[in-house]
């Protein structure tokens, strides 16, 4: 719940506040964007499976952080968009993540159904 909290603050902290970024720096915002949500979304996949492990998190997201960050950087030398790429990986990654998000809750909701079904039928005999 923290996490879709902190999301939507920062939603709303970036839609209203105007904050101007250099041209350079537009290609790391958008992947460290991609990786930020992707990061948010496996922790929340995490919890709904109680896997979650916080130090487990800060290491992903601090390796992410770095590996596409350099890679980013490799394509602006190079004049390769490797940005694109890595924002396919992490695109592809946060869909994954939020279709097992919505598997869990489609089974949970199912779970809760039946029990509910089941009570129902108990108390009518």
């Not at 869909?95 to 108390?123: G, V």
Request: cysteine-free; proline content about 2%.
């Amino acid at each position: 719940m923290i996490i879709l909290i902190g999301l939507l603050i920062g939603l709303i902290a970036g839609l209203f506040l105007d904050v101007s970024i250099p041209t350079g720096l537009t290609p790391y915002l958008a992947v460290l964007t991609l990786v930020g949500i992707e990061a948010l979304t496996a922790s929340y996949n995490a919890m709904q499976r109680k896997e979650f492990a916080p130090a487990k998190f800060v290491i992903e997201l601090s390796s992410n952080i770095v590996i596409s960050g350099l890679l980013t950087a490799l394509g602006v030398q190079l004049k390769y968009d490797f940005a694109f790429v890595i924002a396919f990986v992490f695109a592809y990654r946060i869909f994954r993540n939020i279709s097992f998000i919505s598997r869990h809750s489609y089974l949970k909701y199912k779970t809760w159904r039946a029990s509910r079904h089941k009570d129902e039928n108990s108390d009518e005999r």
